[in-house]
Nanobody, 115 residues
């Protein structure tokens, strides 16, 4: 059974930082494209960042220069380092694993940026 478990969300002030983790079981993340997505209330889920099996990274324009996606295949875990957080970054953040047209999603972790 495949499970993706996100953690690291919470409440942070504008300008602060958080590090999200996505721990996978039932798959070997090294052969999956991995990504972070987010969904704010009343909005569609949107791509935040992806990292390919080869390590290529892609970011939404809104987070470029502030967020960094990385992976540790020895721990079967993907991370999202978020710096310079803004109120507009408030959302539920989801982890996704993709391979051969098959996607797996985590349950999400809430990130709230507020003063």
């Amino acid at each position: 059974q495949v499970q993706l478990v996100e953690s690291g969300g919470g409440l942070v002030q504008p300008g602060g930082s958080l590090r999200l983790s996505c721990a996978a079981s039932g798959i070997t993340t090294s052969i999956y494209g991995m990504g972070w997505y987010r969904q704010a209330p009343g909005r569609q889920r949107e791509l935040v960042a992806t990292i390919s099996t080869g390590g290529s990274r892609n970011y939404a324009d809104s987070v470029k220069g502030r967020f960094t996606i990385s992976r540790d295949n020895t721990k079967n875990t993907v991370y999202l380092q978020m710096n310079g957080l803004k109120i507009d970054d408030t959302a539920v953040y989801y982890c996704k694993a993709s391979r051969a047209a098959r996607d797996y999603w985590g349950q999400g972790t809430q990130v709230t940026v507020s003063s």
